[in-house]
């Protein structure tokens, strides 16, 4: 249990033991994202290396520092206000979805119509600059969704996302090199999950990342290459060692406002996405036992993104899910400061490209796994049970949006798409790719309602419900929601769906006979949400 201190007397401490497998844990987790971002500016968009690691990644490690130090302060205060010894910082870095994102619908597309990889940077640029005002205008919004929002579906929505988009590619990574990925998840699990202690305390993190990296190296002595680790990647990388610091950007910012029209189409709903996705974040800190204001939170990651993109940096930042994991690892507060000294480092030697070719990817996959089976887990442990069913039903649209991007980007890779081949035929074989596009699209939203109507209906309370569906029919008509684009009359047959649920919800509320709850029903999962602390504004 944690001990409650006087703030007036003693201090929170800014390091325990428990941040260095925090740490180690989360910032293996954001070396992996700068490594894939790099290779994707370096291999899909083709820019130059003076431009990725002489502008890009120091303005990229600029705004990941200053990010991972507020949210360290914060987690400061709030440990001094409380007195409490167990707060733990929230997690943040770059949006992994908006990495994909900007990367393959606003800067290649742009880069190759011009010729110029240049040119994609600069509406990357732009894109970011647009969304980090949604970011700061939104985050005096969101308090007032979380209070009115069940946590099943804010929870719920965010499993979806941890099980599609954190948990599946890291688990096949593992199964593709089992040797490295099984026994370094086996690693981490024995340590995270079954209490098992390392010599001397090491952290299961970096056991992992050792025992992978051994693994991989040594294979090369009997020419098996676990990994792809070889001496003339080594060699090569190090030949790039440089020091590069931030410079302004303000003229390649504005230079892609002359793509506004693209950019307009992705950045707003992708805003609004953010704001969801840090919304749920910081209810599952809350969950977890740390209440942050929503508010600030958005507000801050609206302006270090702000703050990156004026410096060259073309990726969106975000509170991360996975506060409840670092904390459950023991971190608290040291380990997000640490991180982000390290990210400054990183980036600005130039060690990056060394570490692409010293560690092997897949020994720091079972760490993301670790954390999409934490949260996914949480969205049943720290919600009623009877919710269960409106928590399967809020992860559906982000299975959707997952299994429609493995089949686009499996076309894609054979020069095609899934217009040209045929919804027909895509149909015969049993894939309904338009259903998945539609269910799909929007994801996080749709999750988020979806499991709110859901918990509503579970509850009998239907006028609620109803309130849900009838957003619920505004928001796919403009496209926030079933779809994949703003405009108007975007799928105006499942927005008129949505009004009818919501005309039927409403008529059983005023005319339908409905049995209450029972005490069974009620207990003993709503005494625990009443002791879950409430929403910060």
Request: net charge neutral; glycine share 12%; with cysteine.
């Amino acid at each position: 249990m944690p001990s409650a201190i006087p703030s007036s007397t003693t201090k929170p401490a800014i390091w325990t033991k428990g941040d260095w497998n925090a740490y180690f844990g989360f910032g293996t987790n954001i070396l992996v994202n700068l490594l894939v971002l790099t290779g994707l500016l370096r291999f899909v968009l083709k820019m130059p290396d003076e431009l990725v690691f002489g502008r890009i990644l120091p303005a990229t490690g600029l705004m990941l520092c200053l990010s991972t130090l507020y949210y360290a302060r914060l987690a400061y205060k709030l440990a001094e206000e409380t007195g409490r010894d167990d707060v733990c910082a929230l997690p943040s870095g770059i949006s992994v979805p908006h990495m994909f994102v900007v990367t393959f619908v606003i800067m290649l597309p742009i880069a190759l119509k011009t010729g110029d990889p240049v040119k994609g940077w600069e509406a990357g640029l732009t894109w970011v600059f647009l969304q980090s005002f949604v970011l700061m205008i939104g985050g005096f919004i969101a308090p007032v969704i979380r209070k009115i929002t069940p946590r099943a579906a804010l929870l719920g929505t965010l499993a979806g996302v941890s099980i599609a988009f954190i948990s599946m590619r890291p688990a096949m990574e593992m199964f593709m090199t089992p040797v490295i990925g099984v026994t370094c998840f086996l690693i981490i699990l024995a340590s995270w999950f079954g209490g098992v202690r390392y010599f001397k305390g090491i952290p299961a993190g970096l056991v992992a990342i050792g025992v992978g990296t051994a693994i991989a190296w040594g294979s090369n002595a009997f020419g098996l290459n676990y990994g792809g680790m070889s001496v003339a990647k080594l060699s090569a990388s190090l030949a790039a060692f440089h020091v590069a610091v931030p410079t302004p950007a303000f003229s390649h910012v504005f230079g892609g406002f002359q793509f506004l029209g693209v950019i307009l189409v992705t950045a707003i709903p992708f805003g609004i996405y953010d704001l969801v996705e840090a919304m749920d974040n910081v209810e599952s800190a809350a969950v977890a036992g740390d209440s942050y204001p929503t508010t600030r939170v958005l507000t801050a990651d609206g302006v270090v993104s702000l703050i990156g993109c004026m410096m060259g940096n073309p990726f969106i930042n975000a509170v991360y899910i996975g506060h409840p994991g670092w904390k459950a690892m023991g971190g608290r507060i040291g380990y997000s400061a640490a991180t982000g000294v390290t990210v400054i480092i990183l980036s600005w030697l130039g060690i990056i490209s060394v570490m692409v070719s010293l560690v092997p990817v897949v020994a720091i996959s079972p760490i993301l796994l670790y954390i999409g089976m934490l949260i996914g887990a949480q969205a049943f442990q720290e919600t009623p049970k009877r919710h269960a069913p409106a928590i399967i039903l809020a992860l559906t649209p982000h299975l959707a949006a997952w299994g429609k991007l493995q089949i686009d980007n499996a076309l894609g890779a054979a020069g095609t798409n899934a217009h040209a081949v045929g919804l027909d035929k895509l149909s015969q074989v049993g894939v309904l790719y338009e259903g998945l596009s539609i269910m799909g699209g929007g994801a996080i939203i749709g999750g988020l309602i979806l499991g709110a109507i859901g918990v509503f209906v579970i509850d009998r309370d239907f006028t609620k419900a109803a309130a849900f569906a009838l957003a619920a029919a505004v928001l796919p008509f403009f496209g926030f929601m079933h779809g994949e684009a703003i405009g108007i009359g975007q799928t105006p047959v499942v927005a008129f769906s949505y009004f009818g649920v919501s005309v039927m919800l409403l008529a059983c509320a005023k005319l339908g006979a409905v049995v209450p709850l029972t005490a069974e029903q009620r207990q003993p999962d709503d005494l625990l949400q009443e002791a879950l602390p409430a929403p910060a504004e």
